[in-house]
Nanobody, 121 residues
Framework: QVQLVESGGGLVQPGGSLRLSCAAS????????MGWYRQAPGKQRELVAS???????NYADSVKGRFTVSRDTAKNTVDLQMNSLKPEDTAVYYC???????????????WGQGTQVTVSS
Protein backbone atom coordinates (compact mmCIF):
# COMPACT_ATOMS: atom_id res chain seq x y z
CA GLN A 1 0.00 0.00 0.00
CA VAL A 2 1.19 3.50 -0.87
CA GLN A 3 0.67 6.59 1.25
CA LEU A 4 1.31 10.26 0.57
CA VAL A 5 1.40 12.50 3.62
CA GLU A 6 1.42 16.28 3.34
CA SER A 7 2.38 18.94 5.83
CA GLY A 8 2.88 22.68 5.99
CA GLY A 9 -0.45 24.30 5.21
CA GLY A 10 -1.98 27.10 7.23
CA LEU A 11 -3.04 30.71 7.33
CA VAL A 12 -0.78 33.41 5.92
CA GLN A 13 -1.17 37.07 5.06
CA PRO A 14 -1.02 38.28 1.46
CA GLY A 15 2.57 38.59 0.36
CA GLY A 16 3.69 35.93 2.79
CA SER A 17 5.27 32.53 2.24
CA LEU A 18 4.51 28.92 3.04
CA ARG A 19 6.29 25.68 2.33
CA LEU A 20 4.39 22.46 1.72
CA SER A 21 6.02 19.07 2.03
CA CYS A 22 4.90 15.62 0.96
CA ALA A 23 6.41 12.22 1.60
CA ALA A 24 5.48 9.05 -0.26
CA SER A 25 5.93 5.72 1.47
CA UNK A 26 4.89 2.11 1.26
CA UNK A 27 5.30 -0.51 -1.44
CA UNK A 28 6.77 1.81 -4.05
CA UNK A 29 8.61 0.36 -7.01
CA UNK A 30 9.25 3.51 -9.03
CA UNK A 31 8.07 7.12 -9.07
CA UNK A 32 7.87 9.01 -12.34
CA UNK A 33 6.35 12.38 -11.49
CA MET A 34 5.49 14.14 -8.26
CA GLY A 35 3.73 17.43 -7.82
CA TRP A 36 0.87 19.46 -6.45
CA TYR A 37 -2.71 20.20 -7.41
CA ARG A 38 -5.09 22.56 -5.69
CA GLN A 39 -8.82 22.97 -5.44
CA ALA A 40 -10.58 26.16 -4.38
CA PRO A 41 -14.23 26.17 -3.27
CA GLY A 42 -16.54 25.84 -6.25
CA LYS A 43 -13.68 25.28 -8.68
CA GLN A 44 -12.12 22.29 -10.39
CA ARG A 45 -8.90 20.80 -9.18
CA GLU A 46 -5.99 22.33 -11.09
CA LEU A 47 -2.34 21.47 -11.54
CA VAL A 48 -0.04 23.84 -9.64
CA ALA A 49 3.38 22.34 -10.29
CA SER A 50 4.98 19.06 -11.24
CA UNK A 51 8.47 17.61 -11.44
CA UNK A 52 9.27 14.38 -13.28
CA UNK A 53 12.38 12.26 -12.84
CA UNK A 54 14.28 14.36 -15.39
CA UNK A 55 13.77 17.42 -13.19
CA UNK A 56 12.01 19.52 -15.82
CA UNK A 57 9.52 21.47 -13.75
CA ASN A 58 6.12 22.57 -14.96
CA TYR A 59 4.02 25.35 -13.40
CA ALA A 60 0.58 26.81 -13.80
CA ASP A 61 0.82 30.27 -15.33
CA SER A 62 -0.79 31.75 -12.23
CA VAL A 63 2.09 30.67 -9.97
CA LYS A 64 5.14 31.06 -12.24
CA GLY A 65 7.81 33.16 -10.60
CA ARG A 66 6.23 32.77 -7.15
CA PHE A 67 6.18 29.02 -6.48
CA THR A 68 9.05 26.56 -6.67
CA VAL A 69 8.66 22.79 -6.69
CA SER A 70 11.55 20.57 -5.65
CA ARG A 71 12.02 16.87 -5.15
CA ASP A 72 14.29 14.45 -3.36
CA THR A 73 14.17 11.24 -5.40
CA ALA A 74 16.11 9.28 -2.80
CA LYS A 75 13.63 10.12 -0.05
CA ASN A 76 10.47 10.13 -2.24
CA THR A 77 9.58 13.63 -1.15
CA VAL A 78 8.34 16.71 -2.95
CA ASP A 79 8.15 20.26 -1.62
CA LEU A 80 6.36 23.38 -2.79
CA GLN A 81 7.81 26.72 -1.75
CA MET A 82 5.14 29.37 -2.14
CA ASN A 83 6.15 33.04 -2.04
CA SER A 84 4.26 36.27 -2.63
CA LEU A 85 1.03 34.51 -1.80
CA LYS A 86 -2.25 36.02 -2.95
CA PRO A 87 -5.81 35.54 -1.69
CA GLU A 88 -6.58 33.68 -4.91
CA ASP A 89 -4.03 31.03 -3.89
CA THR A 90 -6.42 29.96 -1.14
CA ALA A 91 -7.30 26.32 -1.72
CA VAL A 92 -6.80 22.79 -0.53
CA TYR A 93 -3.46 21.63 -1.89
CA TYR A 94 -3.01 17.97 -2.83
CA CYS A 95 0.25 16.19 -3.31
CA UNK A 96 0.33 13.55 -6.02
CA UNK A 97 2.72 10.96 -7.35
CA UNK A 98 2.56 9.08 -10.63
CA UNK A 99 4.13 5.85 -9.57
CA UNK A 100 4.27 2.10 -9.88
CA UNK A 101 3.84 0.08 -6.73
CA UNK A 102 5.39 -3.33 -6.11
CA UNK A 103 2.14 -5.22 -6.59
CA UNK A 104 0.99 -4.05 -10.02
CA UNK A 105 2.92 -3.67 -13.32
CA UNK A 106 1.49 -0.25 -14.17
CA UNK A 107 1.79 3.40 -13.18
CA UNK A 108 -1.08 5.16 -11.43
CA UNK A 109 -1.74 8.47 -9.70
CA UNK A 110 -1.73 8.45 -5.92
CA TRP A 111 -2.95 11.35 -3.83
CA GLY A 112 -2.38 12.84 -0.43
CA GLN A 113 -5.22 13.80 1.87
CA GLY A 114 -4.90 17.52 1.15
CA THR A 115 -3.75 20.47 3.23
CA GLN A 116 -5.54 23.81 3.54
CA VAL A 117 -3.77 26.98 2.51
CA THR A 118 -5.58 30.22 3.36
CA VAL A 119 -4.23 33.59 2.29
CA SER A 120 -6.04 36.36 4.10
CA SER A 121 -5.39 39.53 6.07
Amino acid sequence: QVQLVESGGGLVQPGGSLRLSCAASGSIFSINTMGWYRQAPGKQRELVASIPVNGRTNYADSVKGRFTVSRDTAKNTVDLQMNSLKPEDTAVYYCYAFLRDRLRPMFNNYWGQGTQVTVSS
